[in-house]
């Protein structure tokens, strides 16, 4: 669909011409996020600063009836943050830290902060912003509330929703809302925490009131080898069964290790079958009564080895290789396809050697990095670009390992969303009534579907399907 004529124009004298950006070289940057598999390029690009200004590009929107979408850092992973032409709202000049009550406990902060910048400016108070998705060094507060992002840390302290106590929305008709406030218990329904988690497709987050929680007194971390993934997996459950809850427990697998390994020395051993990474938090006793049941349920599953962090620095260096074991696939393969899928985490071995059935039967290698005690994976499948099926075959393999978590009771995505890229699973785990009320309650605040249309719900109303590398499949449901 082209611009309508004359918005371009109006937006510029909302905002001054220089925060409207129509270059097409400008606005190849925004064709896709951290998905590369999906791309669509807008027709505009705005930069507002507040959230009047948001309310009054919505509402211009809105009188035209372009499609418009709010965009953080753009790295989210099922393109969420692309647009078939239309407007992008670029929230990276709302980047402020607004107040910081360190009594209180929580933060006001505009939505294009980045998730590890409020880390910065609140840990001298001995808080934090307790989710940590991998990707925090660039990642917004407006998109991890987007897609309730998590983190390997959110397996003790929840996701980013048991962290969010208000915020300040616009809805698609323009009008501003404030939902929630300062403290938890408040009267009424919690309609801060519906928006959580609905991918930019209800309102635009222009200012979010988190949760700050205080800092550990003390942190200690530990890696066990195992020669079988299954020793891994199998420990996973007997740590947990222990009545121990580690404020981390990933599991990464050779592949992901020998990338790491390859990529920047984190200290992973290279001849093991998969290692965990634990750690455990809290005061230095109960850390200590923790560490031994720990141990002996990694050894008692056949772990060869298992090394505490000795200091700050090598912690600092294990989960460096944690925090980028992703990007390190780039060592191994020119193109992966990064993939998030949960099961019961007492299914994660059966999971583990589906995937690898899964991966071989389409001959294709895929690594494995897993927030394990949350059951939550990351199953990344390796492919070759250059060849003209590499990435539907990539997609064919991802398919049908979610559908394997979906026969074991689990679940289509964890915390990288729907998107473009999984809508037309959506039918896969809900029933049509499901998705019904989904897209019932997304029309009433979305009536003319002008908030990031053609995402997350399958069919139904999309403006332009998205130019895909790869055919996406519409939902049959409406
Ligand atoms: C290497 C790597 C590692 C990652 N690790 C993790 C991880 O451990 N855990 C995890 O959960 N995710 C992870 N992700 C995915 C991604 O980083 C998160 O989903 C993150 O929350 C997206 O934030 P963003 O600012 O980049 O959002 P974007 O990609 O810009 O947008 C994502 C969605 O949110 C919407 N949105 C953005 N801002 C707003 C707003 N203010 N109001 C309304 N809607 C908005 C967009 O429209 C889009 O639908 C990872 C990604 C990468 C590339």
Redesign the pocket.
Known sequence: MALPAGLSRKLGKLLGPQWVDKDPADLLVYQS??LTLHAATPDVVVYPETTEQCARIIKTCASYGAPF?????????SG??ISDGGVIIQ?SRMNRVLQIDHRNRFAIVQ??VVNNYLNLQVRPFGLEFAP????QA???I???????????HTLKYGVTSNHILGQT?VFPDGSIEQLGGTFPLAAGPDFSAFLVGT???I????EVIVRLTPLAPSVKTMLATFPTVAGATESVSAILSAGVLPAALELIDNLCIQAVEAHLKAGFPTEAAAILLIELDGEESEIANESAPVEKACRQNGATDFRVAQGEDERQQLWRGRKHA??SLGKLSPAFY?NDGVVPRSKLTTILSEIYRIGSKHSLRVANVC?AGDGSMHPLVLFDPTTADGAARAMECSEEILLACLEIGGSITG???V?VEKRHMMNRMFSARDLEHMARLRTAFNPHDLL?PG?VLPGGATRGEVKAGVSIPGGSWI
């Open positions: 996020d951290g979408v709010a965009r953080g850092a753009g790295t989210g992973l969420g943050a929230l939505p294009g940590d998705p991998s990707s660039a990642c917004t407006g998109g991890n509330v987007a897609e309730n992002a998590g983190g390997p929305v991918e930019g497709t309102a635009i987050t222009t992703v990007g990064t927030h915390e990288h969303g998107g990031n995402k």
